[in-house]
């Protein structure tokens, strides 16, 4: 005799049964990897009435997760508008629970939903150890895994899915895709500050192992986030639709910063050319900067050209493009030189105030921050380095004490190097305060934040993209 749990799973097995599951919100989903995307994805599945478990190897995260955002609370409970509202009410009502233990919850899951990071080596080539060993464990749980569907969600080169994760599931397992258990690609496309409202803005990508699968997750998405479903021929598509408008920004933005610092070199404003350019109506403005920072800008690249070897094809433009914003960093230690040679201060020594460690505006988030090899360049130099980020108030960041706030500055800092774009900096009152900075001589303005008019008189301002202007 089946008991009623066995005769569900079974029941799992066609369209019709899903989509009532799906109606009656009685389906189990464990997601493994609740960080940054694990987390608010698990939130708004649990919030909509599906009992969630988030998987993390993490047990301190997960202590936390369960609190409710712990003390001192995870980053993403900071930096993410809405996210500690919505965990303290899912975890409460009892429809979100984190766990370190993988078997016990993914085998009463239905579906199986993986956020684990994908990164890439110092050589630059894809490391797939973590969501490889993701993949053994879903194989492991063999017999257990008829009639889940699998969803993949990290970024991942296109043929990852089809070509190493269902044939890994199904030699762990002994099961067939598409006969025993189901899977799909739907890459994360959530910007980091703006997750939870971009989870039920942002149009989802769905790409399945079959039409079934493609089907029943485009219906559970839609009921989750009501957002649009664009359900695609296979996973290898919904791969490379995610890679893709990644990387067209990557190359639009070494586009802005090498023809950025032409631009300066012929004495000509970028930003100012940016804007009559936008005025075409095929224009598409990308700004300059320190370079790309985070989890996926800097390494997507990579995993469209590992894949490109694999059939002997390299896109050139990509991987040159990837080239020119990890020299972005670079650059804008010479602007930093160039601003002390405007004052006749050398650099060994002279005390810089570098604001913002942040890859990008208001996130709490240090992966691959271009804050990184400048500072380690300007230390190289002897400069005498005082750090402030309102994400990390006194935490230590390059065997450095961060400054609480900002108000060193006034004390003896010739330069400031605004190196984020994080609010607090584009302030009236951080603004007032420049002014206030009587031995204030350099701003080195790596977003193009400030106007001419707003700035202290009397100080040089060099922008990304602009001749150095001294303010009169
Ligand atoms: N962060 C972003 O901005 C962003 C945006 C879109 C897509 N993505 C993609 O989403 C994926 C996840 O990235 P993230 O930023 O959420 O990573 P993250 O590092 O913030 O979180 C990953 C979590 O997975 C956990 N983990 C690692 N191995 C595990 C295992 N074997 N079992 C269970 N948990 C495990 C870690 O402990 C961590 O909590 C990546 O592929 C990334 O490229 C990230």
Redesign the pocket.
Known sequence: MLNNEEKRKISLKNYEDWQKAIDKKDLRIAV????????PTSLVISKRGFMTYG????PV?VEKVNQGGGDPPIPFVLDEPNLAETLKDVVLKGLFKATTQ?EQFAKISDVILI????PVTEHKVPDYS?ID??VK?IGSLKDDLKNKIIIF????GPHYVEKHGIPSIESFSGLKVNRDFWVVSC??????GY?MENLTSVPRIVGGSNDFAGKVITSLYKKVYNVEIIQVSNPRTANSI?LIENIFRTVNIAFANEISQLMRRLDIDYMEVLKGAATKYNFLPHYPGPGVG???LP??PYYLIDDGYKVSFTPNLVRLATEINQRQPAHITELIFEGLNKIGYPIAGTPIAFLGISYKANVK?IQISSAIPIIEDLRNYNASVKVYDPFYKSDRFLNMKIAPDYKFIQQDYPIIVVHTDHKEFCTNEFKQYLKKCSNLKVLVDCHNIYEYQELPQGIYYIGVGRPAKYIE
């Open positions: 493994i990897g609740i960080g940054r995307i694990g987390l998987i993390d190897i993490n995260l993988f956020c684990v990071p994908t973590i060993n993701v464990d969600e990290p970024t991942l890459p994360e496309r959530a910007n980091p997750i995610k985070g989890p996926c390494s997507n988030d």
